[in-house]
């Protein structure tokens, strides 16, 4: 279909807005949503609540009952076509009597996809590319590793307006305002896992967990996972403690962690990765992405210091997103910390460019959304996964 109508393109909006209801409860699943529309009324809709749970289009389809039955099906992503937890939603929509469905991005799990096909096959009309950016824009965590089995990576930082992160004396609580904050925390609540360094939690003694999103009913808290390379972190910090929720993920050295500490924090229930050092002799960044992506972990939220984030910004990169929040002041200081560390670039032509992609606010502070020249979900991967229809 070369051209949408203006309900059309409603129609699939209000099935995107189901689906962001998915948000940090459906991983390893995509967030979906589902409108069944008969004329140009809605007469069911759905969203999918989690693994194991019906599809976005199965709940709409049981919604609407015997008014399905001749009708649209609006659907963010295309139908599956397999039998797991739930049955095929193909079946489910061919049993139903649907007409036509209109979805936005293609499937590129090779396990699920081919509904489009089996829907023609069975004389369903079907028309894609609804909405496509947005679709696609929604699943990048579900997309990225489907397509690479390495995770989205988020970076969230922030500084003043003078790029610092601390005082000279290293008080760093709080330079960003609570808006800013709860929004740290909205993007904890949707990801499979934390990620900061080893000063940072033996300084802070964080949670890494999400408040207060995450601990809404059927919300798993994230994975904790913090780079320690010689195991110097005492385990009565509260990222050891087991009810703060979500599994914990010490990262060292072999070269560096006495065996004895590594076996003390698997006997309390935690997992110890022993990582590679980069040729500057701090853990690989790359490395723990890829094992985290190798244990189904399918997106990273990194909370740096100033180490962490020339690690995985500049040294080894790997970030997606970054979201950077300015607050309106100075700190001043040629010791108090920055944004980033490292050794920094010898010339401006070797420094990593980014694309910004939204400026706003967040109570009094700057919000910077942008994408590194690395990162996914740019116009080639738009199109590579459009290519898949």
């Known amino acids: 279909m070369n051209g949408w109508t203006k309900d059309q393109i409603g129609h699939m909006k209000t099935a995107l807005r189901?689906?962001?209801?998915?948000?940090?409860?459906?991983?390893?699943?995509?967030?979906?949503?589902?409108?069944?529309?008969?004329?140009?009324?809605?007469?069911?809709?759905?969203?999918?609540?989690?693994?194991?749970?019906?599809?976005a289009e199965a709940a709409a389809l049981q919604e609407a009952g015997r008014k399905a039955k001749g009708a649209d099906l609006y659907v963010n992503l295309e139908p599956c076509n397999h039998y797991g937890r739930t049955g095929p939603c193909t079946e489910a929509i061919i049993r139903a009597g649907i007409d036509r469905v209109f979805y936005g991005s293609p499937d590129p799990n090779t396990v699920a996809s081919g509904g489009a096909k089996a829907l023609e096959e069975a004389g369903v009309e079907v028309h894609g590319g609804l909405l496509a950016e947005e679709c696609f824009e929604l699943n990048q965590f579900f997309f990225k590793w489907v397509i690479t089995k390495v995770p989205f990576v988020i970076v969230k930082t922030a500084a003043s307006l003078d790029g610092k992160t601390a005082t000279s004396t290293g008080q760093s609580q709080w330079i960003s305002s609570k808006a800013a904050r709860n929004f740290g925390h909205h993007i904890r609540a949707g990801v499979d896992a934390v990620l900061v360094g080893r000063n940072t939690a033996a300084k802070d003694d964080p949670e890494l967990s999400a408040r207060p999103w995450g601990r809404r009913k059927m919300h798993r808290q994230p994975w904790r996972v913090v780079l320690d390379p010689g195991l110097k972190?005492?385990?009565?910090?509260?990222?050891?403690?087991?009810?703060?929720?979500?599994?914990?993920?010490?990262?060292?050295?072999?070269?560096?962690?006495?065996?004895?500490?590594?076996?003390?924090?698997?006997?309390?229930?935690?997992?110890?990765?022993?990582?590679?050092?980069?040729?500057?002799?701090?853990?690989?960044?790359?490395?723990?992405?890829?094992?985290?992506?190798?244990?189904g972990v399918q997106s990273v939220l990194i909370e740096p210091g100033a180490t962490l984030a020339d690690s995985a910004l500049i040294e080894e990169p790997v970030v997606d997103l970054a979201h950077i929040f300015l607050a309106p002041k100075f700190i001043g200081g040629v010791k108090a910390p920055g944004m980033v560390g490292g050794l920094g670039q010898s010339e401006l032509a070797l420094a990593p460019e980014a694309e910004i992609l939204k400026l706003g606010r967040k109570g009094p502070d700057l919000h910077i959304t942008l994408r590194p020249a690395c990162g996914f979900g740019g116009q080639a991967d738009f199109e590579a996964l459009c290519s898949l229809a």
């Open 18 to 55: 189901l689906a962001r209801r998915g948000w940090g409860l459906v991983s390893p699943n995509p967030m979906v949503g589902a409108v069944v529309v008969k004329g140009k009324k809605i007469v069911a809709t759905g969203w999918h609540t989690g693994p194991g749970q019906p599809h």
């Open 233 to 295: 972190l005492s385990t009565k910090l509260k990222i050891f403690d087991p009810a703060m929720g979500g599994p914990t993920v010490i990262v060292c050295a072999k070269e560096k962690a006495p065996e004895k500490k590594m076996k003390q924090i698997v006997s309390m229930g935690h997992q110890v990765l022993v990582a590679p050092l980069t040729h500057t002799g701090i853990l690989s960044i790359r490395w723990v992405v890829e094992e985290l992506g190798r244990q």
